[in-house]
């Protein structure tokens, strides 16, 4: 694997040291992410939950996030709405480039890169950070869901807007440097080579590496369906895999319920899963045993704003 960047050097953590963020998504979802995210970041089960701001359940995350800002919580920009039966929409409105036919944002990525305007971005991801600012988060950092600004599928990419907007509010933002441990893609490696570069001329911080586990549920209905215990051991081999460097590792917990099962189209197993894992006695022996180093995005965000200073 490719060497890690300083950043673990200049967050004063020990050399070789193998740093995690494990990062909750997609809080304020609906309650079933709720109630699964304010009991792992208040126990300690994550470092870090984001926002969507745009979702019908954010004023229950943002006003949880609002109480205990001794809690790294960011805001999970959202240009995108990806299920069939729950849908949300713009903070900034339907007369956008940010919509669908039907007012809500697009189901997927590619209609974002191909259908956007960066101005439209640019408006709604501010109008999402200062709704949570308002609503008296501490933001500690910025992410984005399902990848929308990264330019993955056509190559135009909204980085610009975001790395603006972190740097004026002093954010650190999800992009890793690497491809290290998903695969080997020379010409994605130059897309995120350039987009590192750009994010180190606007001063924003960014991480090493960002890894997850498939986000659905392997086999769903087969009668070999994933299990949890697979479901487990496969993310015990992801940490043991981690190299050295400042690695997020990031997740979907929510209880599986009723709710969550009406709201999403598939994978609602796979979401109480990864609630369950994240206080699974081995889960947190395998992170003993491998001397992982957890760390919050606050740490960042402190380095960022030293710097900027």
Known sequence: MTAPSDLADRLGLPPGARAIILNADDFG????????????LAGGGVDSATVMVPCSWSPEALAFAASRADLDVGVHLVLTSEWSRYRWRPLTGSATSLVDDSGFFPADVAAVERNAHEDDVAAEISAQLQAALDAGVDVTHLDNHMGSVY????????????FELAARHGLPFRLPRRMDGVGEDPALQAQLDGAAAAADAFGVEIIDRLWSHPFELLREGSPD????????????????????????IYLHPMVDDEELRAAVDFSAAKRGYEARLLRDPAVLQAVADEGLVRIGWRALRDLQRGAAQ
Not at 30 to 37: E, G, K, S, Y
Not at 152 to 162: A, Q
Not at 225 to 248: H, K, N, S
């Open 29 to 40: 979802m609906c309650h079933a992410a709720n109630t699964a995210i304010v009991d792992l």
């Open 151 to 162: 330019g993955l599928i056509t190559g135009r990419d909204f980085l610009r807007p975001v």
């Open 225 to 248: 369906e994933e299990t949890y215990e697979q479901v487990r051991d496969g993310f015990i081999a992801l940490l043991r895999a981690v190299p050295a460097g400042v690695t997020e």
